[in-house]
Protein backbone atom coordinates (compact mmCIF):
# COMPACT_ATOMS: atom_id res chain seq x y z
CA UNK A 1 0.00 0.00 0.00
CA UNK A 2 1.36 3.35 -1.21
CA UNK A 3 2.46 5.93 1.78
CA UNK A 4 0.44 9.00 1.91
CA UNK A 5 2.46 12.40 1.11
CA UNK A 6 2.38 15.02 3.01
CA UNK A 7 -0.02 16.84 0.98
CA UNK A 8 -2.41 13.83 1.93
CA UNK A 9 -2.25 14.43 5.39
CA UNK A 10 -2.38 18.02 4.96
CA UNK A 11 -5.72 18.02 2.84
CA UNK A 12 -6.85 14.98 5.23
CA UNK A 13 -6.59 17.19 8.64
CA UNK A 14 -8.12 19.99 6.94
CA UNK A 15 -11.06 18.05 6.37
CA UNK A 16 -11.51 16.95 9.51
CA UNK A 17 -10.98 20.16 11.06
CA UNK A 18 -14.25 21.48 9.46
CA UNK A 19 -16.07 18.51 10.36
CA UNK A 20 -15.28 19.01 13.99
CA UNK A 21 -16.09 22.80 13.94
CA UNK A 22 -19.97 23.57 15.71
CA UNK A 23 -20.92 24.89 12.23
CA UNK A 24 -19.77 21.95 10.25
CA UNK A 25 -18.78 22.01 6.74
CA UNK A 26 -18.27 19.63 3.38
CA UNK A 27 -15.61 20.19 1.06
CA UNK A 28 -18.30 21.16 -1.89
CA UNK A 29 -20.02 23.72 0.71
CA UNK A 30 -16.49 24.89 2.24
CA UNK A 31 -15.70 26.12 -2.01
CA UNK A 32 -19.45 27.15 -1.74
CA UNK A 33 -19.04 29.53 0.60
CA UNK A 34 -15.52 30.45 -0.20
CA UNK A 35 -16.50 31.40 -3.46
CA UNK A 36 -19.50 33.70 -3.22
CA UNK A 37 -18.50 34.95 0.03
CA UNK A 38 -18.63 38.61 -0.36
CA UNK A 39 -16.51 39.59 3.20
CA UNK A 40 -13.54 41.75 2.03
CA UNK A 41 -10.39 39.09 3.32
CA UNK A 42 -12.03 36.21 1.45
CA UNK A 43 -12.69 37.51 -1.92
CA UNK A 44 -8.97 39.09 -1.37
CA UNK A 45 -8.40 35.29 -2.05
CA UNK A 46 -9.79 34.33 -5.12
CA UNK A 47 -9.51 37.34 -6.81
CA UNK A 48 -7.14 36.12 -9.72
CA UNK A 49 -9.88 33.28 -10.58
CA UNK A 50 -11.44 35.19 -13.51
CA UNK A 51 -8.38 37.08 -14.44
CA UNK A 52 -5.89 35.97 -16.85
CA UNK A 53 -3.22 35.12 -14.17
CA UNK A 54 -5.48 32.91 -13.30
CA UNK A 55 -8.39 31.55 -15.31
CA UNK A 56 -6.31 28.82 -16.68
CA UNK A 57 -6.04 26.91 -12.89
CA UNK A 58 -9.62 27.76 -12.60
CA UNK A 59 -10.36 25.95 -15.64
CA UNK A 60 -8.42 22.98 -14.66
CA UNK A 61 -10.38 22.90 -11.24
CA UNK A 62 -13.72 22.62 -12.99
CA UNK A 63 -12.50 20.31 -15.26
CA UNK A 64 -11.21 17.60 -12.37
CA UNK A 65 -14.70 18.39 -10.75
CA UNK A 66 -16.54 17.10 -14.57
CA UNK A 67 -14.09 14.77 -14.71
CA UNK A 68 -15.38 13.21 -11.05
CA UNK A 69 -19.34 13.89 -11.94
CA UNK A 70 -18.84 12.00 -15.22
CA UNK A 71 -18.18 8.99 -13.60
CA UNK A 72 -21.16 7.59 -12.98
CA UNK A 73 -24.72 7.48 -15.34
CA UNK A 74 -26.80 10.14 -13.52
CA UNK A 75 -23.30 12.77 -13.19
CA UNK A 76 -23.03 12.96 -16.98
CA UNK A 77 -26.81 13.49 -17.38
CA UNK A 78 -26.67 16.33 -14.69
CA UNK A 79 -22.92 17.63 -16.10
CA UNK A 80 -25.09 17.42 -19.88
CA UNK A 81 -27.94 19.66 -18.88
CA UNK A 82 -25.91 22.32 -16.72
CA UNK A 83 -23.38 22.73 -19.79
CA UNK A 84 -26.52 22.43 -22.39
CA UNK A 85 -28.04 25.56 -20.36
CA UNK A 86 -24.85 27.34 -20.08
CA UNK A 87 -24.52 26.72 -23.85
CA UNK A 88 -27.93 28.33 -24.95
CA UNK A 89 -27.01 31.15 -22.38
CA UNK A 90 -24.21 32.21 -24.35
CA UNK A 91 -25.62 31.36 -28.11
CA UNK A 92 -28.37 33.87 -27.13
CA UNK A 93 -25.50 36.07 -26.04
CA UNK A 94 -24.04 36.00 -29.31
CA UNK A 95 -25.93 37.09 -32.58
CA UNK A 96 -24.91 39.55 -35.11
CA UNK A 97 -26.16 43.30 -35.08
CA UNK A 98 -28.61 44.86 -36.44
CA UNK A 99 -28.47 47.46 -39.20
CA UNK A 100 -27.83 48.40 -42.33
CA UNK A 101 -26.41 45.70 -44.18
CA UNK A 102 -23.09 47.26 -45.31
CA UNK A 103 -22.14 47.28 -41.85
CA UNK A 104 -24.12 43.88 -40.94
CA UNK A 105 -26.20 41.07 -42.04
CA UNK A 106 -29.46 43.29 -42.86
CA UNK A 107 -30.36 43.78 -46.50
CA UNK A 108 -33.31 46.06 -47.42
CA UNK A 109 -34.75 45.47 -50.94
CA UNK A 110 -34.10 49.12 -51.89
CA UNK A 111 -30.71 48.59 -51.48
CA UNK A 112 -30.16 45.65 -52.82
CA UNK A 113 -27.95 45.34 -56.27
CA UNK A 114 -26.11 42.89 -58.72
CA UNK A 115 -22.78 43.77 -56.36
CA UNK A 116 -25.07 41.80 -53.31
CA UNK A 117 -25.35 38.79 -55.90
CA UNK A 118 -21.73 38.32 -56.12
CA UNK A 119 -19.17 35.35 -54.58
CA UNK A 120 -17.49 38.28 -52.81
CA UNK A 121 -20.14 39.61 -51.03
CA UNK A 122 -21.38 36.42 -50.14
CA UNK A 123 -17.87 35.41 -48.77
CA UNK A 124 -17.87 38.30 -46.67
CA UNK A 125 -21.71 37.84 -45.46
CA UNK A 126 -20.61 34.25 -43.98
CA UNK A 127 -17.76 35.41 -42.46
CA UNK A 128 -19.51 38.71 -40.85
CA UNK A 129 -22.17 35.71 -39.24
CA UNK A 130 -19.06 33.20 -38.05
CA UNK A 131 -17.70 36.50 -36.32
CA UNK A 132 -20.52 37.39 -34.86
CA UNK A 133 -21.51 33.78 -33.67
CA UNK A 134 -18.17 31.91 -33.09
CA UNK A 135 -19.42 29.93 -30.19
CA UNK A 136 -21.93 28.31 -32.74
CA UNK A 137 -19.31 28.28 -35.88
CA UNK A 138 -17.05 26.44 -34.03
CA UNK A 139 -18.83 23.59 -32.03
CA UNK A 140 -20.57 22.88 -35.53
CA UNK A 141 -16.77 22.59 -37.21
CA UNK A 142 -15.60 20.82 -33.62
CA UNK A 143 -18.56 18.14 -34.58
CA UNK A 144 -18.21 18.07 -37.84
CA UNK A 145 -14.50 17.51 -38.12
CA UNK A 146 -13.73 15.58 -35.08
CA UNK A 147 -9.69 15.14 -34.42
CA UNK A 148 -9.13 17.41 -37.68
CA UNK A 149 -9.85 14.30 -40.00
CA UNK A 150 -10.95 14.49 -43.73
CA UNK A 151 -12.91 12.03 -45.40
CA UNK A 152 -10.62 8.74 -46.37
CA UNK A 153 -9.05 7.92 -49.60
CA UNK A 154 -7.71 5.16 -51.40
CA UNK A 155 -4.14 5.19 -51.45
CA UNK A 156 -2.66 5.82 -55.36
CA UNK A 157 0.38 4.68 -56.62
CA UNK A 158 3.47 6.74 -56.04
CA UNK A 159 4.25 8.87 -58.50
CA UNK A 160 7.65 9.45 -59.70
CA UNK A 161 9.07 13.00 -60.08
CA UNK A 162 9.53 12.75 -64.01
CA UNK A 163 5.70 11.75 -63.86
CA UNK A 164 4.50 14.90 -61.92
CA UNK A 165 2.91 17.17 -63.50
CA UNK A 166 2.40 20.74 -61.48
CA UNK A 167 -0.66 21.16 -59.57
CA UNK A 168 -3.37 24.06 -60.99
CA UNK A 169 -2.68 27.13 -59.71
CA UNK A 170 -5.94 27.85 -58.11
CA UNK A 171 -5.64 31.22 -56.50
CA UNK A 172 -6.86 33.23 -59.52
CA UNK A 173 -9.67 30.66 -60.17
CA UNK A 174 -13.23 32.21 -58.89
CA UNK A 175 -15.35 29.25 -56.43
CA UNK A 176 -18.22 29.36 -58.34
CA UNK A 177 -16.11 29.05 -61.61
CA UNK A 178 -14.91 25.65 -59.94
CA UNK A 179 -17.31 23.76 -62.11
CA UNK A 180 -15.99 24.43 -65.36
CA UNK A 181 -11.77 23.78 -64.75
CA UNK A 182 -10.31 20.81 -66.10
CA UNK A 183 -8.76 19.59 -62.45
CA UNK A 184 -11.53 19.25 -59.48
CA UNK A 185 -11.04 21.89 -56.79
CA UNK A 186 -13.23 20.59 -53.97
CA UNK A 187 -11.50 16.79 -53.68
CA UNK A 188 -8.58 15.73 -51.00
CA UNK A 189 -8.32 17.60 -47.20
CA UNK A 190 -9.01 21.14 -48.87
CA UNK A 191 -12.18 20.06 -50.46
CA UNK A 192 -13.52 18.37 -47.69
CA UNK A 193 -12.95 20.97 -45.16
CA UNK A 194 -14.50 23.66 -47.62
CA UNK A 195 -17.79 21.62 -47.81
CA UNK A 196 -17.85 21.27 -43.72
CA UNK A 197 -16.92 25.64 -43.82
CA UNK A 198 -19.92 25.88 -46.16
CA UNK A 199 -22.38 23.34 -44.20
CA UNK A 200 -21.38 25.56 -40.95
CA UNK A 201 -21.93 29.05 -42.56
CA UNK A 202 -25.16 27.85 -43.71
CA UNK A 203 -26.27 26.49 -40.36
CA UNK A 204 -25.44 29.82 -38.74
CA UNK A 205 -27.15 31.63 -41.07
CA UNK A 206 -30.94 29.86 -40.81
CA UNK A 207 -30.24 30.35 -36.66
CA UNK A 208 -29.66 33.71 -37.16
CA UNK A 209 -32.18 34.39 -39.54
CA UNK A 210 -34.92 32.33 -37.04
CA UNK A 211 -33.62 34.65 -34.58
CA UNK A 212 -33.76 37.67 -36.53
CA UNK A 213 -35.54 38.03 -39.85
CA UNK A 214 -33.39 40.99 -40.62
CA UNK A 215 -30.44 38.98 -41.06
CA UNK A 216 -31.52 37.59 -44.14
CA UNK A 217 -28.23 37.70 -46.82
CA UNK A 218 -28.20 33.86 -47.47
CA UNK A 219 -32.19 33.40 -47.48
CA UNK A 220 -32.29 36.57 -49.96
CA UNK A 221 -29.75 35.10 -52.29
CA UNK A 222 -31.12 31.97 -52.20
CA UNK A 223 -34.72 33.34 -52.72
CA UNK A 224 -33.78 35.40 -56.25
CA UNK A 225 -31.49 32.59 -57.25
CA UNK A 226 -34.53 29.49 -56.56
CA UNK A 227 -37.08 31.98 -58.36
CA UNK A 228 -35.17 32.68 -61.21
CA UNK A 229 -34.67 29.12 -62.07
CA UNK A 230 -38.10 28.30 -62.18
CA UNK A 231 -38.76 26.58 -58.46
CA UNK A 232 -42.08 25.97 -57.71
CA UNK A 233 -43.85 28.69 -54.87
CA UNK A 234 -44.39 25.63 -52.75
CA UNK A 235 -40.66 24.35 -52.65
CA UNK A 236 -40.32 27.85 -52.02
CA UNK A 237 -42.35 28.41 -49.38
CA UNK A 238 -40.76 25.57 -47.66
CA UNK A 239 -37.26 26.67 -47.43
CA UNK A 240 -38.38 29.45 -46.12
CA UNK A 241 -40.21 27.51 -43.31
CA UNK A 242 -36.75 26.07 -42.50
CA UNK A 243 -34.77 29.26 -42.90
CA UNK A 244 -33.19 28.65 -46.52
CA UNK A 245 -34.69 31.31 -48.51
CA UNK A 246 -36.79 34.10 -48.18
CA UNK A 247 -40.21 34.43 -49.22
CA UNK A 248 -41.25 34.69 -52.84
CA UNK A 249 -42.68 38.13 -52.58
CA UNK A 250 -39.52 39.36 -50.94
CA UNK A 251 -38.02 37.93 -54.03
CA UNK A 252 -40.38 39.43 -56.30
CA UNK A 253 -39.53 43.01 -54.75
CA UNK A 254 -35.82 42.59 -55.02
CA UNK A 255 -36.16 41.60 -58.51
CA UNK A 256 -37.82 44.89 -58.94
CA UNK A 257 -35.08 46.85 -57.67
CA UNK A 258 -32.77 45.04 -59.62
CA UNK A 259 -34.69 45.65 -62.74
CA UNK A 260 -34.50 49.53 -61.78
CA UNK A 261 -31.19 49.36 -61.18
CA UNK A 262 -30.34 47.85 -64.73
CA UNK A 263 -32.66 50.47 -66.43
CA UNK A 264 -30.54 52.88 -65.62
CA UNK A 265 -27.74 51.18 -66.38
CA UNK A 266 -28.82 50.67 -70.16
CA UNK A 267 -29.70 54.73 -70.44
CA UNK A 268 -26.38 55.05 -68.83
CA UNK A 269 -24.31 53.08 -71.15
CA UNK A 270 -26.42 54.41 -74.13
CA UNK A 271 -26.17 57.77 -73.71
CA UNK A 272 -22.14 57.59 -74.44
CA UNK A 273 -21.56 58.00 -78.12
CA UNK A 274 -18.00 58.95 -77.55
CA UNK A 275 -16.86 55.05 -77.50
CA UNK A 276 -14.68 53.72 -80.26
CA UNK A 277 -17.16 50.27 -80.22
CA UNK A 278 -20.62 50.89 -79.36
CA UNK A 279 -22.06 48.16 -77.54
CA UNK A 280 -23.72 45.11 -79.18
CA UNK A 281 -27.14 44.46 -78.34
CA UNK A 282 -27.66 40.46 -78.81
CA UNK A 283 -31.75 39.37 -79.20
CA UNK A 284 -32.85 35.71 -79.62
CA UNK A 285 -36.40 34.41 -79.90
CA UNK A 286 -37.84 32.52 -77.06
CA UNK A 287 -41.34 30.49 -76.30
CA UNK A 288 -42.47 29.69 -72.88
CA UNK A 289 -45.53 27.83 -72.13
CA UNK A 290 -47.33 28.09 -69.24
CA UNK A 291 -48.89 24.46 -68.84
CA UNK A 292 -52.20 23.83 -67.10
CA UNK A 293 -53.33 20.28 -66.37
CA UNK A 294 -56.59 20.77 -65.25
CA UNK A 295 -57.90 23.35 -68.05
CA UNK A 296 -61.19 25.55 -67.00
CA UNK A 297 -62.54 28.52 -67.97
CA UNK A 298 -59.83 31.61 -67.57
CA UNK A 299 -57.18 28.79 -66.76
CA UNK A 300 -55.57 27.36 -69.59
CA UNK A 301 -52.68 26.59 -71.03
CA UNK A 302 -50.61 30.07 -71.92
CA UNK A 303 -47.72 30.47 -74.66
CA UNK A 304 -45.58 33.25 -74.36
CA UNK A 305 -43.52 34.42 -77.28
CA UNK A 306 -41.23 36.98 -77.60
CA UNK A 307 -37.46 37.61 -77.35
CA UNK A 308 -34.88 37.78 -74.49
CA UNK A 309 -31.42 40.06 -74.94
CA UNK A 310 -28.64 41.11 -73.44
CA UNK A 311 -26.09 44.05 -73.83
CA UNK A 312 -22.54 43.33 -74.14
CA UNK A 313 -19.83 46.13 -73.71
CA UNK A 314 -16.36 45.53 -75.02
CA UNK A 315 -13.38 45.12 -73.11
CA UNK A 316 -11.81 48.34 -72.26
CA UNK A 317 -8.57 46.91 -72.61
CA UNK A 318 -8.73 45.39 -75.78
CA UNK A 319 -9.81 48.64 -77.15
CA UNK A 320 -7.10 50.50 -75.92
CA UNK A 321 -4.95 48.34 -78.38
CA UNK A 322 -7.21 49.17 -81.02
CA UNK A 323 -5.97 51.69 -83.80
CA UNK A 324 -9.16 54.35 -83.98
CA UNK A 325 -8.07 55.27 -88.11
CA UNK A 326 -8.17 51.93 -88.69
CA UNK A 327 -11.52 51.44 -87.47
CA UNK A 328 -13.52 53.65 -89.92
CA UNK A 329 -15.52 53.26 -92.63
CA UNK A 330 -12.85 54.36 -95.52
CA UNK A 331 -10.21 51.83 -94.19
CA UNK A 332 -13.15 49.26 -94.28
CA UNK A 333 -13.43 50.09 -98.22
CA UNK A 334 -9.87 50.25 -98.81
CA UNK A 335 -8.96 47.58 -97.15
CA UNK A 336 -11.56 45.51 -99.19
CA UNK A 337 -10.52 47.22 -102.67
CA UNK A 338 -7.24 45.29 -102.13
CA UNK A 339 -8.91 41.85 -101.50
CA UNK A 340 -9.67 42.03 -105.58
CA UNK A 341 -5.54 42.14 -106.18
CA UNK A 342 -4.91 39.88 -103.20
CA UNK A 343 -3.01 36.60 -104.07
CA UNK A 344 -4.25 33.77 -101.99
CA UNK A 345 -1.56 31.03 -101.67
CA UNK A 346 -1.97 27.69 -99.13
CA UNK A 347 1.20 29.30 -97.23
CA UNK A 348 -0.22 31.65 -95.84
CA UNK A 349 -2.89 29.35 -94.44
CA UNK A 350 0.23 26.74 -93.24
CA UNK A 351 1.85 27.11 -89.64
CA UNK A 352 4.67 29.15 -89.07
CA UNK A 353 7.75 28.39 -88.41
CA UNK A 354 7.93 29.12 -84.79
CA UNK A 355 4.42 27.01 -84.26
CA UNK A 356 6.08 24.34 -85.93
CA UNK A 357 9.08 24.70 -83.37
CA UNK A 358 5.91 24.54 -80.29
CA UNK A 359 4.58 21.31 -82.15
CA UNK A 360 8.20 19.63 -82.06
CA UNK A 361 9.31 20.55 -78.55
CA UNK A 362 5.86 18.82 -77.51
CA UNK A 363 6.77 15.71 -80.09
CA UNK A 364 10.05 15.73 -77.84
CA UNK A 365 8.98 16.23 -74.54
CA UNK A 366 5.84 13.22 -74.75
CA UNK A 367 9.15 10.70 -76.54
CA UNK A 368 11.65 11.98 -73.85
CA UNK A 369 8.44 11.47 -71.01
CA UNK A 370 8.24 7.46 -72.03
CA UNK A 371 11.81 7.93 -72.61
CA UNK A 372 12.54 8.45 -68.99
CA UNK A 373 9.48 5.95 -67.76
CA UNK A 374 10.58 2.91 -69.55
CA UNK A 375 14.18 2.93 -70.77
CA UNK A 376 16.22 5.47 -68.60
CA UNK A 377 17.09 8.19 -66.78
CA UNK A 378 19.48 11.55 -68.60
CA UNK A 379 23.30 11.49 -66.63
CA UNK A 380 23.07 14.96 -66.86
CA UNK A 381 19.60 16.49 -66.11
CA UNK A 382 20.89 20.36 -67.62
CA UNK A 383 20.94 19.06 -70.83
CA UNK A 384 17.92 16.52 -70.90
CA UNK A 385 15.21 17.34 -73.34
CA UNK A 386 12.78 18.65 -70.40
CA UNK A 387 9.57 16.93 -69.89
CA UNK A 388 7.22 19.57 -68.86
CA UNK A 389 5.07 21.08 -71.68
CA UNK A 390 5.97 25.02 -72.95
CA UNK A 391 4.18 27.99 -71.97
CA UNK A 392 1.55 28.80 -74.05
CA UNK A 393 -0.23 32.32 -74.82
CA UNK A 394 -3.21 31.87 -71.98
CA UNK A 395 -6.61 33.66 -73.07
CA UNK A 396 -8.33 35.97 -70.61
CA UNK A 397 -10.62 34.77 -67.85
CA UNK A 398 -12.10 37.43 -67.11
CA UNK A 399 -15.85 37.88 -67.41
CA UNK A 400 -17.43 40.13 -70.08
CA UNK A 401 -19.62 42.61 -68.54
CA UNK A 402 -23.36 41.84 -70.11
CA UNK A 403 -26.59 43.61 -69.08
CA UNK A 404 -29.79 41.83 -69.49
CA UNK A 405 -32.62 43.36 -71.35
CA UNK A 406 -36.17 43.01 -70.48
CA UNK A 407 -38.04 39.82 -72.10
CA UNK A 408 -39.70 41.77 -74.96
CA UNK A 409 -43.80 40.22 -76.14
CA UNK A 410 -43.14 39.86 -79.60
CA UNK A 411 -46.47 39.04 -82.19
CA UNK A 412 -46.54 35.74 -83.59
CA UNK A 413 -45.68 38.02 -87.19
CA UNK A 414 -42.95 38.46 -88.06
CA UNK A 415 -43.44 42.25 -89.66
CA UNK A 416 -45.33 43.18 -86.79
CA UNK A 417 -43.16 41.17 -84.19
CA UNK A 418 -39.83 42.95 -85.24
CA UNK A 419 -41.25 46.47 -85.01
CA UNK A 420 -42.73 45.57 -81.22
CA UNK A 421 -38.87 44.83 -80.25
CA UNK A 422 -37.11 47.78 -81.73
CA UNK A 423 -39.99 49.95 -79.91
CA UNK A 424 -39.05 48.06 -76.49
CA UNK A 425 -35.01 47.91 -77.26
CA UNK A 426 -35.79 51.69 -78.06
CA UNK A 427 -37.58 52.70 -74.72
CA UNK A 428 -35.33 50.26 -72.80
CA UNK A 429 -32.26 52.31 -74.00
CA UNK A 430 -33.78 55.65 -73.59
CA UNK A 431 -32.74 56.91 -76.81
CA UNK A 432 -35.41 58.26 -79.90
CA UNK A 433 -35.58 56.60 -82.84
CA UNK A 434 -33.56 59.03 -85.04
CA UNK A 435 -30.21 57.85 -82.22
CA UNK A 436 -31.67 54.27 -82.31
CA UNK A 437 -31.42 53.54 -85.82
CA UNK A 438 -28.60 56.12 -86.21
CA UNK A 439 -26.72 53.44 -84.93
CA UNK A 440 -27.97 50.27 -85.89
CA UNK A 441 -26.04 47.78 -87.86
CA UNK A 442 -28.33 44.58 -88.21
CA UNK A 443 -25.72 40.90 -87.73
CA UNK A 444 -27.22 37.89 -88.46
CA UNK A 445 -25.16 35.45 -87.26
CA UNK A 446 -27.18 32.53 -88.73
CA UNK A 447 -25.85 34.12 -92.37
CA UNK A 448 -24.28 31.60 -94.54
CA UNK A 449 -23.63 34.07 -97.78
CA UNK A 450 -22.46 37.18 -95.40
CA UNK A 451 -20.13 38.45 -98.85
CA UNK A 452 -23.48 38.41 -101.44
CA UNK A 453 -23.57 42.16 -100.35
CA UNK A 454 -19.56 42.68 -100.23
CA UNK A 455 -18.34 44.87 -102.71
CA UNK A 456 -15.52 41.86 -103.36
CA UNK A 457 -16.54 38.74 -104.17
CA UNK A 458 -15.63 36.23 -101.65
CA UNK A 459 -17.15 33.72 -102.91
CA UNK A 460 -14.11 33.24 -105.93
CA UNK A 461 -11.87 33.36 -102.99
CA UNK A 462 -12.88 30.55 -101.87
CA UNK A 463 -13.27 28.58 -105.42
CA UNK A 464 -9.59 29.59 -106.38
CA UNK A 465 -8.08 28.01 -102.60
CA UNK A 466 -10.46 25.01 -103.22
CA UNK A 467 -8.51 24.51 -106.24
CA UNK A 468 -5.19 24.79 -105.54
CA UNK A 469 -5.87 23.07 -101.67
CA UNK A 470 -8.33 19.73 -102.52
CA UNK A 471 -7.45 17.37 -104.83
CA UNK A 472 -9.47 15.96 -108.02
CA UNK A 473 -10.74 12.23 -107.08
CA UNK A 474 -9.49 9.68 -109.91
CA UNK A 475 -13.19 9.09 -110.78
CA UNK A 476 -13.03 12.91 -112.03
CA UNK A 477 -10.07 12.85 -113.58
CA UNK A 478 -11.00 9.69 -115.68
CA UNK A 479 -14.36 11.16 -116.71
CA UNK A 480 -12.79 14.46 -117.84
CA UNK A 481 -10.88 12.20 -119.95
CA UNK A 482 -12.23 11.19 -123.89
CA UNK A 483 -11.29 8.29 -125.92
CA UNK A 484 -12.62 10.39 -128.54
CA UNK A 485 -10.34 12.30 -130.95
CA UNK A 486 -9.27 15.73 -130.47
CA UNK A 487 -11.61 16.90 -133.66
CA UNK A 488 -14.51 14.63 -132.80
CA UNK A 489 -14.56 16.07 -129.08
CA UNK A 490 -14.01 19.88 -129.80
CA UNK A 491 -16.87 19.51 -132.49
CA UNK A 492 -18.81 18.09 -130.24
CA UNK A 493 -18.21 20.96 -127.44
CA UNK A 494 -18.41 23.44 -129.56
CA UNK A 495 -22.09 22.69 -130.66
CA UNK A 496 -23.13 21.79 -127.45
CA UNK A 497 -22.45 25.80 -126.77
CA UNK A 498 -25.31 26.07 -129.69
CA UNK A 499 -23.30 28.92 -131.27
CA UNK A 500 -20.60 27.61 -133.15
CA UNK A 501 -20.90 27.69 -137.30
CA UNK A 502 -21.39 24.13 -139.06
CA UNK A 503 -20.42 24.75 -142.61
CA UNK A 504 -16.05 26.23 -141.98
CA UNK A 505 -13.73 23.62 -140.60
CA UNK A 506 -13.95 23.40 -136.59
CA UNK A 507 -9.76 25.12 -136.65
CA UNK A 508 -11.15 27.89 -138.65
CA UNK A 509 -14.61 29.22 -137.36
CA UNK A 510 -14.09 31.69 -135.09
CA UNK A 511 -16.77 33.46 -136.15
CA UNK A 512 -20.17 33.36 -133.73
CA UNK A 513 -22.80 33.07 -136.81
CA UNK A 514 -24.96 30.16 -137.90
CA UNK A 515 -25.32 29.70 -141.88
CA UNK A 516 -28.32 29.23 -143.57
CA UNK A 517 -29.22 25.01 -143.74
CA UNK A 518 -28.72 23.48 -147.27
CA UNK A 519 -31.71 21.61 -146.89
CA UNK A 520 -33.85 23.92 -145.38
CA UNK A 521 -34.50 27.57 -145.19
CA UNK A 522 -33.48 30.14 -142.71
CA UNK A 523 -30.31 29.36 -140.65
CA UNK A 524 -28.93 26.55 -139.26
CA UNK A 525 -28.60 26.32 -135.83
CA UNK A 526 -27.25 22.97 -133.58
CA UNK A 527 -30.79 22.15 -132.63
CA UNK A 528 -32.33 22.35 -136.39
CA UNK A 529 -29.45 19.96 -137.03
CA UNK A 530 -30.10 17.41 -134.36
CA UNK A 531 -34.36 17.36 -133.57
CA UNK A 532 -35.43 19.24 -137.02
CA UNK A 533 -33.74 19.09 -140.18
CA UNK A 534 -35.69 15.96 -143.02
CA UNK A 535 -32.23 15.52 -144.13
CA UNK A 536 -31.18 13.33 -141.36
CA UNK A 537 -33.96 11.64 -140.11
CA UNK A 538 -32.40 8.22 -140.52
CA UNK A 539 -29.55 9.07 -138.83
CA UNK A 540 -31.26 10.57 -135.79
CA UNK A 541 -33.43 7.47 -135.53
CA UNK A 542 -30.22 5.61 -134.91
CA UNK A 543 -28.64 7.80 -132.67
CA UNK A 544 -32.09 7.12 -130.06
CA UNK A 545 -31.69 4.05 -130.71
CA UNK A 546 -28.41 3.56 -129.57
CA UNK A 547 -28.69 5.89 -126.85
CA UNK A 548 -31.69 3.41 -125.86
CA UNK A 549 -29.51 0.47 -125.98
CA UNK A 550 -26.77 1.98 -123.87
CA UNK A 551 -29.74 3.42 -121.26
CA UNK A 552 -29.00 7.13 -121.49
CA UNK A 553 -32.09 9.01 -120.94
CA UNK A 554 -33.11 11.03 -122.99
CA UNK A 555 -36.01 12.48 -124.67
CA UNK A 556 -36.64 11.23 -127.88
CA UNK A 557 -38.31 14.52 -129.85
CA UNK A 558 -34.77 16.31 -128.64
CA UNK A 559 -31.51 14.38 -129.36
CA UNK A 560 -29.49 17.38 -129.25
CA UNK A 561 -29.69 16.89 -124.87
CA UNK A 562 -26.79 14.01 -125.55
CA UNK A 563 -24.68 16.87 -126.07
CA UNK A 564 -24.44 17.52 -122.71
CA UNK A 565 -23.77 13.89 -121.87
CA UNK A 566 -20.41 12.83 -121.95
CA UNK A 567 -21.23 8.50 -121.85
CA UNK A 568 -23.37 9.48 -125.34
CA UNK A 569 -20.30 11.48 -127.12
CA UNK A 570 -19.00 8.13 -129.08
CA UNK A 571 -22.77 8.05 -130.65
CA UNK A 572 -22.71 11.62 -131.15
CA UNK A 573 -19.66 12.02 -133.10
CA UNK A 574 -20.88 8.85 -135.60
CA UNK A 575 -24.34 10.68 -136.12
CA UNK A 576 -22.21 13.83 -137.21
CA UNK A 577 -19.94 11.69 -139.00
CA UNK A 578 -22.66 10.11 -141.01
CA UNK A 579 -24.40 13.64 -141.65
CA UNK A 580 -21.57 13.83 -144.06
CA UNK A 581 -21.45 17.58 -143.47
CA UNK A 582 -18.11 17.83 -141.25
CA UNK A 583 -15.78 16.34 -143.97
CA UNK A 584 -12.56 16.78 -141.47
CA UNK A 585 -13.50 14.55 -139.17
Same mark, same amino acid.
Given at each position: MQQPSV??????? #????????????? @??????????????????? /?????????????????????????????????? %???????????? /?????? $? *? &????????????????????????????????????????????? &?? +????????????? *????????????????? !??????????????????? !????????? %??????????????? !????? /???AC????????????????????????? !???????? %?? &????????????????????????EERVHQSSIGHRTHTFRGMWGYLHLPNEKLIATLDPLELTLGAYHKAIEQVNSMELTPIMFLPTPAKEQFEIQVWKLQIAKVFRKQIATPIDETLAIPTLPPNVELISHLAPEIHMLKLMDASKNSAEGICQVFQSMIQQTGLTSEGFFGRFQPLDDRNANPDRKMKANLTKLHAALNAQLQQTS??? #??????????? +? *????? $??????????????????? #? +???? @????????????FDFCPQYRTARRTLLTQAKKKKIRCDWNQPHQLLKTPKAHAIVAAFLKSTGRFDYL
Open positions: LDHNILG #LCKQMNSLRTKLS @PKEFIHVFVLLSYSDVAYL /QRHWAQPKGISSTIELVDVIGHEIKKTKVGRAAW %AKFFQKEAIMIL /QSKEPP $Q *G &NYLLVGFIALCQSNHIFFSLEEKEAHSRHLVEHMPFLSNTLMGML &NV +DDSSIPVEAKEPI *GTEDCIPELDTSNIPKD !LADIVYEDLNNGHKGHLCR !LQTLVNTIC %AMIAFARNCRNNGLQ !LHNAV /QLFGITEQVQEYMNYIGLSASRSTAIAA !LKTLAKVQ %AE &NLKRIMANTTTLIPPTICIVNIDMKKT #LKARISDLPIA +D *GSLIN $QLASEHSPLHHNLFKSKRR #L +DPSC @PFCSGKETTRHL
